[in-house]
């Protein structure tokens, strides 16, 4: 049933109102919110920003927005996989992205802390573990369901509308009496993952990571299709709780990074025993009576076709972002013609009042940090307390692999390709952490490198770490690659020891010497 107030009592409906809504539509800047099909009945309320998407960046653009005094709301909308999976409010990060993603990892690597733990003197009561699916999945989903309520109430605390609804715009400026000139939408809708449609039985039988972190029973054997982040990623963790895991690459494993770091991290993820089809591409999926997931693939080089039996294959192959139903077109929000994501200059789409942050943005970081920072900042310049505009160069990441890759800067290729192998000097060094030092882990890729460019001073252009803990270790030093350090000024650091870290500011053999970059002794 409808009911109508009128405007004066609008900042009287709550949170806890809307969600009893079935269904809500926001039309402008100054809401205009239908109820039902019958789109004159209505009704408004003056916001000075409107956030479409409540993720990563759409939750710190409203809350910064709010912080500063601005009256705003969020729209959020789920829309549930293939396979009937979905979740509450935080967006990808939190619910199908980062967190259980990482929290899995921590599963594998305490998997392997516990093979460790005998070396070490503890004395388990048996050699072979099990690991239980349900009660890292339920741990998992327990967590996350508290951050998303801790993100109602954060909503809730700081005044700003919630909306559990989908945002679409029906014009630039569909107005219902009294919008204000300058008042701004947020588009932060993120992307979900792609599955091809031109491969008979992927989208029946294929999950996605949106539903890998729910699944009711241990994965089993799982093939997992793509060669980027979330591929490895999840190969890794499931490998690391028991799963037999294949990785099948059409080409080469996580394109944009450095290839002497890719190679350590699948030669590596090869020892874990992961296993990887490469160069190779699926064709059919089918069913079968014994509830196996068949799939022929092929060879991209050979063309010699095979087939694999499976209880889980997971599409990692990118993510395509949730454009097609905002109706862009009608408020002149212009799209890449192929990666269909907002173009925006600044986050400042083609329609002069809308703007858009996050995994939406065209040729920017799919990262979560990356939303969050240009959520904010946008919120600051949207309420003109700050014009500090968002500096997308020399962003740090960190591939959660079994052995984990940090990064910042750019690969020894592409300094090379920039800057010419003359003008590129390379740090480089292969240690054993000392925790692994009297386990019997064989571990012959810990490796840490320095790109640097000797015209500048040998500022260090690229900064590369493959070992435990490599987020923490990265993070501190992409604040001294964005101060500009030089390898001068890293290796002049004092260390802090006995630790993986102090690897980087002990980097003392160059690529152009030809020593041997293998550390030994402290
Ligand atoms: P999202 O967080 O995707 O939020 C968009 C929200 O808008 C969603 O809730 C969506 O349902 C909603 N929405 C969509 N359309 C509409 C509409 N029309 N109306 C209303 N609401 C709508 N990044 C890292 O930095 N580190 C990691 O370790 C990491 N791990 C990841 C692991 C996985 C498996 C995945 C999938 C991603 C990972 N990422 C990681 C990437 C990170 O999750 C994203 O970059 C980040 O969540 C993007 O934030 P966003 O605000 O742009 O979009
Ligand atoms: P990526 O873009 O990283 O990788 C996509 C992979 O799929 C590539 O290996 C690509 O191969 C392959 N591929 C693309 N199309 C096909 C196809 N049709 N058939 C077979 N393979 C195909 O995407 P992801 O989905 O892994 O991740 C999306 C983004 O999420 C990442 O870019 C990252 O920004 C973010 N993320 C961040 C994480 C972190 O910070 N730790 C973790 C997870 C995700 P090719 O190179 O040949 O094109």
């Known amino acids: 049933m409808i009911k109508i107030l009128p405007l004066d009592q609008i900042s009287q409906i709550t949170v806890f109102n809307y969600w009893q809504l079935n269904s809500i539509r926001i039309v402008s800047a100054t809401p205009l919110f239908t109820m039902g099909k019958d789109s004159s009945i209505c009704y408004t309320a003056h916001f000075d920003l409107v956030v479409i998407g409540g993720g990563s960046g759409g939750l710190a653009c409203a809350k910064e927005a709010s912080t500063l005094g601005k009256k705003v709301a969020i729209v959020d909308h789920v829309e549930p996989t293939v396979h009937g999976t979905t979740w509450g409010l935080g967006g990808t990060c939190v619910n199908v992205g980062c967190i259980p993603k990482k929290l899995m990892h921590q599963a594998a690597l305490l998997g392997q802390s516990l093979q460790d733990a005998r070396h070490y003197g503890w004395q388990l009561p048996s050699s072979s573990y099990e690991h239980s699916w349900e009660t890292l999945r339920d741990g998992v989903r327990n967590y996350i369901k508290s951050l998303n309520w801790g993100y109602r109430v954060q909503l809730k605390n700081k005044k700003i509308d919630y909306l559990n609804g989908k945002g679409t715009f029906l014009s630039r400026h569909e107005i219902k009496v009294d919008l204000k000139s300058g008042n701004n939408y947020v588009i932060a809708v993120g992307g979900r993952p792609r599955i091809p449609n031109n491969i008979p039985g992927a989208r029946e039988y294929a999950i996605s990571s949106d ?6 029973k241990a994965p089993g054997k799982v093939l997992i299709i793509g060669a980027g982040y979330i591929a490895l990623e999840c190969a890794g963790f499931l490998s690391g709780i028991g799963c037999d895991t294949s990785i099948m690459a059409r080409s080469i494993c996580l394109r944009s990074f450095d290839q002497d770091m890719v190679s350590l991290i699948t030669e590596n993820m090869e020892e874990e025993g992961i296993s990887f089809i490469r160069k190779s591409q699926p064709l059919r999926m089918s069913k079968t009576t014994g509830d196996k997931i068949e799939v022929e693939y092929e060879n991209t080089e050979t063309g010699l076709k095979s087939i694999g039996l499976y209880d889980n294959v997971m599409f990692a192959v990118g ?5 097609a139903s905002l109706n862009l077109n009608v408020a002149n929000v212009k799209i890449h013609p192929e990666s269909k994501k907002i173009l925006a200059e600044n986050e400042q789409t083609t329609c002069p009042n809308i703007y858009a942050i996050g995994d939406v943005l065209h040729g920017k970081p799919e990262l979560t940090p990356v939303a969050i920072h240009a959520g904010r900042l946008l919120a600051r310049r949207l309420c003109n307390v700050s014009s500090t505009q968002m500096d997308y160069a020399q962003i740090p990441t960190t591939i959660f692999t079994p052995l984990e890759y940090g990064c910042i800067g750019i690969s020894e290729a592409k300094a090379e390709e920039l800057y010419f192998k003359e003008n590129i000097e390379v740090y480089h060094a292969f240690y054993l952490p000392l925790e692994y030092a009297i386990t019997q882990r064989v571990c012959k890729q810990c490796y840490v490198k320095a790109v640097c460019l000797k015209s500048d001073n040998e500022r260090i252009i690229g900064l590369h770490f493959l070992g435990p803990n ?48 293998t550390v030994t002794g402290c």
């Open 319 to 323: 993510r395509d972002p949730t454009t």
């Open 470 to 517: 490599a987020g923490e270790v990265i993070q501190g030093f992409a604040t001294a690659m964005k101060c500009g350090v030089t390898y001068d000024q890293v290796v002049n650091t004092i260390g802090i020891h006995p630790t993986c870290a102090e690897e980087v500011v002990k980097l003392r053999i160059s690529r152009s010497s030809g020593e041997d970059p």
């Open 211 to 216: 539903d890998l972190f729910s699944l009711d």
